[in-house]
């Protein structure tokens, strides 16, 4: 079975620091992907950024990087340069191949203070 | 605006009622996936339907059902409502189910049962 682990509820970062989101995950499966998505308040699931399990190179877009440690199962979340617009709730997620679901993560809550 | 269309945005029913949620993918999609997101269980996977066919049951109650139309969109009919149905319900469709493949998500239902 797949899963997820996020250990960090909640974390408070100033604006223009960077960020990083802990998750680390567990399957047998050598051929998985990694997402990482956002929650704002308004409710709604935006996709920030992919990893995959035989990419040599960790993700980025934009200001997001993943800082993936296969050895050590953990798909970290980086944001530079911090924005008030980042807070919200961040979900780790992990597909496996063949599978027909992403499993998620408890999530992650940022709040970026002024 | 995500390419996945959801409806209603809100809904407030009474215990004991039946509810309909609809789903319209993004184009091209074939497959459909229904979430449950509640406080206290995170995102929980439903269903998921692929052109027309369901693939993949989850944690789905025996009251709720689904289907998905040759037109593509699906529904997530819950019956006999309870106080513990409260939640916010995702839609999210994607174009295969390889490992690479993420979701896209719609902006979500949110239901209250009162």
């Known amino acids: 079975a797949q899963k997820i682990t996020q250990t960090q509820p909640g974390m408070f970062v100033q604006e223009k620091e960077a960020v990083t989101l802990d998750c680390t995950y567990d399957?047998?499966?050598?051929?998985?992907?990694l997402f990482w998505y956002k929650q704002p308040s308004s409710g709604e699931m935006i996709f920030l950024i992919y990893?995959?399990?035989?990419?040599?190179q960790n993700a980025t877009e934009g200001r997001y990087s993943l800082n993936f440690q296969k050895a050590r199962k953990s798909a970290n979340l980086v944001i530079s340069a911090s924005q008030l617009g980042d807070s919200a709730m961040y979900f780790c997620a992990m597909r496996v191949q063949g599978a027909q679901k992403l499993v998620f993560g408890q999530g992650t809550r940022l709040t970026i203070n002024p | 605006d995500s390419g996945v269309t959801q409806t209603p945005k809100h809904l407030i029913t009474a215990t004991g009622q039946r509810v309909t949620l609809r789903c319209s993918p993004r184009?091209?999609?074939?497959?459909v996936y229904w979430y449950q997101q509640s406080l206290d269980q995170g995102l929980q996977f439903l269903i998921q339907?692929?052109?027309?066919?369901?693939?993949a049951k989850g944690n789905i109650l025996e009251r709720f059902s689904a289907q998905q139309f040759p037109d593509l969109h699906s529904e997530l009919n819950l019956s006999s409502l309870e106080l513990g149905d409260s939640a916010l319900y995702f839609c999210a469709s994607s174009v295969g189910g390889g490992a690479s493949y993420g979701y896209t998500f719609g902006s979500g239902t949110r239901l209250t049962v009162v």
């Open positions: 339907y692929y052109n027309g066919e369901e693939r």
């Open positions: 399957t047998s499966d050598q051929s998985y992907g």
């Open positions: 990893q995959g399990s035989y990419d040599e």
């Open positions: 184009s091209g999609d074939l497959s």
